[in-house]
């Protein structure tokens, strides 16, 4: 029987491997094991969503997504965002030092779509000064001159720390920085949903928590219900992998269908287009390759420092450029290739019409060679049929046979004339003697 690895979607790699790896045929055990993931994928699905949100399942929208990834150091920010993006491309780790020192960006085509998100460092962090948490903040509204689609605050689950003092740096970041209103832009991310809901659902859990925080907490957590989800960042299922992104990207598509406008801006993020804008302007005026300019502005995204670095910058510049020239090329070829296509296609429509049409004026021949055919034999058995009488005519007509029966024809008659006579002679006689005795 062949199999592959997509025949068994709820075990893990190693799981294949080892099931592979030994000499009897591994059929039955890789279905026993895909039957025991599935019960367990199911259970997570389960505990890992509020009840109200259950029915998301993937993304109901295909144009591009700008996220925000917050949180506090080692809370699983760049974990997260490499789940939504669906591959590493983030450093990740759990420890409380950051692994992300400044805003970070990238961008990957989930699904055909266009996804970008940057990650920053700990904002919440209480021993990040103002100015870097400004500085932060600039990047995040200049990359993201366009507006952001969603901000997704990350909290680990096993270990809970947001504390009155974040609540007020949010509050901060929120209204003195962003201009207020972006809760309902933002959703809430629990990671590590391993340690805390195998037993318990994410109902279960947020409840508990929004009765042992106070109120300023509990109204926080309030404000972002039911925009709430818990992943495993770490599981090795590729299908419980594909769970967690889908949720995520399914519910961001939920907050922009449900807010009165697509994507958070504000007077800063307008601001940030301006200069965008002038940049262009001055690119134009200088004589810069838009394709260059594009390809800094994507480096440095992705890493603000990579222009201290001696020739890290061109080096990036190049392979970007380089990736664009492939792509083209790429896209030429398909674009090429589907020119063919077309014109195969429209030959051989071509040839079928031509094929129909020849085809169609033949059966119409035939069938008219037919008709015509049907009409000559009808004519020529009329004229055998008017010949055949012709010639029994002919034969009557100088037979001694005919004269017999002539005469016999003729007795015939006479005999049933007489035969009536005779009828009505009596009934006469009958009629006269009826008279006679009447009067």
């Not at 790699?13 to 039957?35: H, M, Q, V």
């Not at 019960?39 to 109901?60: C, D, F, G, M, P």
């Not at 020119?339 to 021949?365: D, G, P, W």
């Amino acid at each position: 029987m062949a199999y592959s690895r997509s025949d068994f979607e709820f075990i893990t790699d190693e799981d294949w491997k080892t099931a592979n790896d030994c000499k009897r045929d591994p059929i039955e055990d890789l279905i026993n094991r895909n039957s025991i993931g599935e019960k367990r994928y199911i259970s997570v699905v389960a505990n890992y969503s509020l009840k109200v949100n259950e029915h998301i399942t993937e993304s109901i929208l295909n144009d591009e997504l700008r996220i925000v990834i917050i949180g506090k150091t080692g809370e699983g920010k760049s974990a997260t965002a490499n789940t939504i993006l669906g591959k590493k491309v983030f450093k990740d780790d759990f420890t409380s030092k950051s692994v992300t020192s400044k805003s970070k960006c990238e961008t990957v085509l989930v699904n055909g779509r266009k996804v970008s998100v940057m990650d920053t460092p700990g904002l919440l962090d209480t021993e990040r000064s103002d100015v870097d948490v400004l500085a932060e903040v600039a990047r995040v509204m200049k990359v993201f001159s366009q507006g952001v689609h969603a901000f997704i605050y990350v909290m680990s689950i096993g270990n809970p720390r947001f504390t009155q003092e974040d609540l007020k740096t949010l509050n901060e970041i929120e209204v003195g920085l962003f201009g207020g209103h972006f809760k309902t832009f933002t959703l809430l991310v629990y990671t590590r949903a391993e340690t805390e809901l195998t037993e318990t659902s994410l109902d279960k859990f947020y409840q508990a928590q929004r009765q042992r925080a106070d109120s300023d907490i509990t109204l926080f957590l309030d404000q972002l219900e039911p925009n709430i989800v818990a992943v495993n960042n770490k599981t090795p299922v590729l299908k419980e992998r594909e769970r967690n992104q889908n949720v995520i990207l399914g519910m961001i598509d939920r907050l922009r269908l449900e807010n009165a406008q697509d994507v958070y801006t504000t007077t800063m993020f307008n601001k940030a287009v301006e200069e965008k804008e002038e940049l262009e302007r001055k690119g134009k005026t200088k004589g810069w390759s838009p394709e260059v300019m594009d390809a800094v502005d994507l480096a440095i995204a992705a890493d603000p420092d990579v222009g201290k670095r001696t020739g890290e910058l061109d080096a990036r510049v190049n392979d970007h450029l380089m990736r664009r020239l492939e792509e083209k090329e790429f896209r030429l070829l398909n674009l090429e290739e589907e020119l063919k296509r077309q014109a195969m296609a429209i030959r051989r429509q071509s040839l079928e019409h031509e094929y129909e049409t020849r085809l169609r004026i033949e059966q119409e021949a035939k069938g008219r060679a037919e008709a015509e055919e049907r009409k000559r034999r009808e004519e020529n058995e009329r004229v055998e049929s008017l010949q055949r009488e012709i010639r029994e005519l002919k034969t009557l007509l100088h037979s001694k046979e005919t004269t017999s029966q002539v005469q016999e024809i003729r007795k015939e008659h006479d005999g049933i004339l007489d035969k009536i006579g005779g009828f009505i002679f009596e009934g006469a006689k009958k009629v006269v003697g009826w008279l006679k005795k009447l009067f």
